[in-house]
Nanobody, 114 residues
């Protein structure tokens, strides 16, 4: 499985970004998918997940109400809509099929700063 994330960038506090993650060599409808992030000096954490069929989602408390995970299985693409961004959301964001421990992409940098 190869994963390519995109959509990161520099945004002011309160702004929005939409991240995308395309899976190659696999089917996004087969696995539960997760968006993770890793801030400098911190461990990687799971911030959002969506079930294989897309029927259920779950979020870390720190992003609940601000982030929305979704996917388009026809495009093998998973999205993370991020609204109300805060400086503490600054991190490299990764997307991965949750059951596959090593299927990490290169990530996409999100920087929230004024």
């Amino acid at each position: 499985v190869r994963i390519v994330e995109s959509g990161g960038g520099l945004v002011q506090p309160g702004g929005s970004l939409r991240l995308s993650c395309v899976l190659y060599g696999s089917d996004s409808g087969f696995y539960p998918m997760g968006w993770y992030r890793q801030a400098p000096g911190k461990q990687r954490e799971l911030v959002a997940q969506i079930s294989a069929r897309g029927m259920s989602t779950d979020y870390a408390q720190s992003v609940k109400g601000r982030f929305t995970i979704s996917k388009d299985d026809a495009k093998n693409t998973v999205y993370l809509q991020m609204n109300g961004l805060k400086p503490e959301d600054t991190a490299v964001y990764y997307c991965k099929p949750i059951p596959l421990p090593d299927a990490w992409g290169q990530g996409t940098q999100v920087t929230v700063s004024s």
